[in-house]
């Protein structure tokens, strides 16, 4: 099985940085995809930024220009690079991925358990 955590999260006054990380664990055969939802209260859950296994990202219309979504494969990690944060980027951030643990198995759908992001003075 694959495990993905997210860490990073915090609080951070309006335009400030923050960066996230999404790292894999256990049997981790391959990644592909890899996205970052966030979700705040009252809201849906909403599709940040995706990176593809080749590296290939695209970003909401809201983050373009503040957010930067990348990936290290040898580490087993993606990050999102915050800047120029707003109090509307305050949500639970989760990191989504299709994994698979071995050669030959079908990918799987995984969530992290979020990391809390509040942006405020």
């Known amino acids: 099985q694959v495990q993905f955590v997210e860490s990073g999260g915090g609080l951070v006054q309006p335009v400030g940085s923050l960066r996230l990380s999404c790292v894999a664990s256990g049997r981790v055969f391959r990644i592909w995809d890899v996205n970052w939802y966030r979700q705040a209260p009252g809201k849906q859950r909403g599709l940040v930024a995706s990176?593809?296994?080749?590296?290939?990202?695209t970003y909401a219309a809201s983050v373009k220009g503040r957010i930067t979504i990348s990936r290290d494969n040898a580490k087993n990690t993606v990050y999102l690079q915050m800047a120029s944060l707003k109090p509307e980027d305050t949500a639970t951030y989760y990191c989504n991925a299709k994994a698979a643990s071995a050669f030959g198995q079908a990918s799987r759908d995984y969530w992290g358990q979020g990391t809390q992001v509040t942006v405020s003075s």
């Open positions: 990176i593809t296994n080749s590296g290939s990202t």
